[in-house]
T-cell receptor, first 109, second 113 residues
Framework: RKEVEQDPGPFNVPEGATVAFNCTYS??????FFWYRQDCRKEPKLLMS???SGNEDGRFTAQLNRASQYISLLIRDSKLSDSATYLCVVSGSARQLTFGSGTQLTVLP | GAVVSQHPSRVICKSGTSVKIECRSL??????MFWYRQFPKKSLMLMAT?????????EQGVEKDKFLINHASLTLSTLTVTSAHPEDSSFYIC?????????FGPGTRLTVT
């Protein structure tokens, strides 16, 4: 079983749509959780950290359920510029990041 | 935010040659840097953790004699792919940590012919 599992997609949605990505992780000792975004042939960039209380940054909302070992990302009012691969990432005490395989999103005009 | 650079950004080499990739933290000191590899349409896979002044820690399945890592200063780590083969062709990305957050370099695309 992979340490971090994501639905690879692709998700093709129209502009303005709301889209949700899910992720599960296997290591219950994981301490930190993130969503990264990666554009084609570029390095990943931190989108947001994820907290148990849930957190929101503009159109983006992230949720963490430690009991279920489940992480989600909700994007509202999708823009063309949101097209990218979204990576679910978990980290343990050693600060090493474990990446999911990514979910590809394409926002269509 | 913090800046991490990598050099070169792209390299094409012949099978059997060695390639060195540099990773620099430009505006902060990084006691720990990480090296990742990403094959097309796949996730980033951690290869090794590079600690300044000590030997790198390699992930299972990564050959330490093939992927030589040197972290000689707080701002520079190098990855040398020795005797490269076509199967080593990949996107190599480093990251450096401030302790709170990891910052990624722009990556190096290696093609071995």
């Amino acid at each position: 079983r992979k340490e971090v599992e994501q639905d690879p997609g692709p998700f093709n949605v129209p502009e303005g749509a709301t889209v949700a990505f899910n992720c599960t992780y296997s290591n219950s000792a994981s301490q930190s959780f993130f969503w990264y975004r990666q554009d084609c042939r570029k390095e990943p960039k931190l989108l947001m950290s994820v907290y148990s209380s849930g957190n929101e940054d503009g159109r983006f909302t992230a949720q963490l359920n430690r009991a279920s070992q489940y992480i989600s990302l909700l994007i509202r009012d999708s823009k063309l510029s949101d097209s990218a691969t979204y990576l679910c990432v978990v980290s343990g005490s050693a600060r090493q990041l474990t990446f999911g395989s990514g979910t590809q999103l394409t926002v269509l005009p | 935010g913090a800046v991490v650079s990598q050099h070169p950004s792209r390299v094409i080499c012949k099978s059997g040659t060695s390639v060195k990739i540099e990773c620099r933290s430009l505006d902060f000191q990084a006691t720990t840097m990480f090296w990742y590899r990403q094959f097309p349409k796949k996730s980033l896979m951690l290869m090794a953790t590079s600690n300044e002044g000590s030997k790198a820690t390699y992930e299972q399945g990564v050959e330490k004699d093939k992927f030589l890592i040197n972290h000689a200063s707080l701002t520079l780590s190098t990855l040398t792919v020795t005797s490269a083969h076509p199967e080593d062709s990949s996107f190599y990305i480093c990251s450096a940590t401030t302790g709170r957050e990891q910052y990624f370099g722009p990556g190096t695309r290696l093609t071995v012919t």
